[in-house]
């Protein structure tokens, strides 16, 4: 039965995904927070391991006691070369999110202000004075508001920014034989069938029996289900594997734009993880920015007066991203011979600096220069024109 009584609360959370936990969590760490009330909502409980992220640092973090597994190495591959990358002075760390889920949800039980409830959003609307959020069940009011909950109608119905999608079906297979070398990840495999897409497996092996072994395009259109399938087992073979058990699957599809997401935050509603653009565009990595962004998020949070829309500043990272973008929707055969010019002889610790958004001008034309030039000039040209 709906709560007659409306329920006001500082800040409330449509949705529960990485961005979402991570700024709630600091802001407990922060210890700043502890007289405001906190609502947390979304449909799902959060129960189950629904994704793996990784990510690469050079220093410890705060999530160091759920890594699950840390690669010193990576492999990267196309039709015509190998290369191992020596990934020093970074790590590439794997996170399981329900490891992720535990964690925050733990620290989260030991603080009263905060409550968790189970319920689906189905309205919000902004106020003069405040925020209200409809559920199913229930109705509350805040006065601020972060939203993780992706409308993909926002993006889809126009036409400015291209949008692609990271999508994927990954196995977490044990085989019979001992065939993966557990001290090296499989960054991106480009020696698959292109199709005429940007097509890599993605190999995360925990053990020589172990791995999360990941058929990803970064591309418009989304598969049948059985081809993804299809092509893992077709790489589990090229592999020499012929007997192993599936002990998980995950699949998801990430968005992958320069669309302005932040436009749309207002003076009392911040759009925080994919849904506010926090997901980075040209590769669908998302766990590193969210941790940069939440942290300059908490300490936005702290200023005595502020207006959500205010937070989000575009750098010139934005505008590479949206170069590369323009390249892959209109020519997406082209994904292998980019990453591959990128990886057959850049510096992959500089290479994962550029992609963190963390490199000066002059080491981003190091790593751009790369790049093939004609595609990129063509892009240039395209945008300004646009």
Request: charged share 25%.
């Amino acid at each position: 039965m709906a709560s007659s009584q409306i329920k006001h609360f500082n800040y409330i959370f449509t949705g529960t995904g990485l961005a979402a936990l991570m700024t709630i969590y600091k802001m407990v760490l922060s210890g700043k927070f502890a007289d405001k009330s906190v609502l947390l909502l979304d449909e799902n409980q959060k129960k189950t391991n629904d994704r793996t992220w990784c990510f690469w640092a050079e220093e410890e973090t705060i999530w160091n006691s759920i890594i699950s597994k840390r690669w010193d190495s990576a492999l990267f591959a196309s039709k015509d070369f190998k290369r191992d990358l020596a990934l020093k002075p970074y790590q590439y760390n794997q996170i399981r999110s329900l490891d992720f889920y535990n964690f925050v949800f733990e620290a989260l039980s030991k603080h009263s202000n905060i409550t968790f409830l189970k319920e689906k959003v189905t309205d919000i609307n902004e106020l003069e004075t405040h925020v209200f959020v409809g559920t199913e069940e229930n109705r509350y009011t805040c006065d601020h508001l972060f939203n993780s909950i992706y409308t993909k109608a926002f993006v889809l119905s126009q036409t400015k920014y291209p949008v692609l999608q990271q999508h994927f079906v990954g196995w977490f297979v044990k085989t019979e034989k001992e065939v993966f070398s557990p001290e090296e990840a499989t960054f991106m495999d480009f020696s698959v069938e292109q199709k005429g897409n940007t097509r890599f497996m993605y190999v995360l092996p925990t053990s020589k029996t172990e791995a999360l072994v990941e058929y990803t395009l970064f591309s418009e259109k989304l598969l049948p289900k059985e081809e993804y399938e299809k092509e893992i087992q077709l790489y589990l073979e090229r592999l020499g594997i012929q007997k192993f058990e599936i002990q998980e699957k995950e699949q998801g599809s990430i968005p992958m734009t320069s669309y302005l997401f932040w436009k749309k935050n207002t003076k009392r509603v911040l759009n925080i993880g994919t849904a506010g653009g926090w997901t980075k565009a040209s590769t669908g990595f998302t766990f590193r920015n969210s941790d940069k962004k939440t942290s300059e998020l908490v300490e936005f949070l702290q200023k005595d007066t502020f207006k959500m829309y205010s937070f989000y500043q575009k750098s010139r990272f934005w505008f590479y991203d949206l170069l590369l973008l323009d390249i892959l929707y209109r020519h997406n055969e082209l994904g292998s011979a980019i990453f591959s010019s990128l990886f057959r002889k850049g510096n992959p610790a500089l290479i994962f600096k550029f992609l963190d958004e963390e490199t000066t001008l002059i080491e981003d034309f190091r790593v751009i220069l790369k790049c093939p030039k004609i595609p990129f000039i063509k892009a240039l040209f395209r945008v300004i024109l646009r």
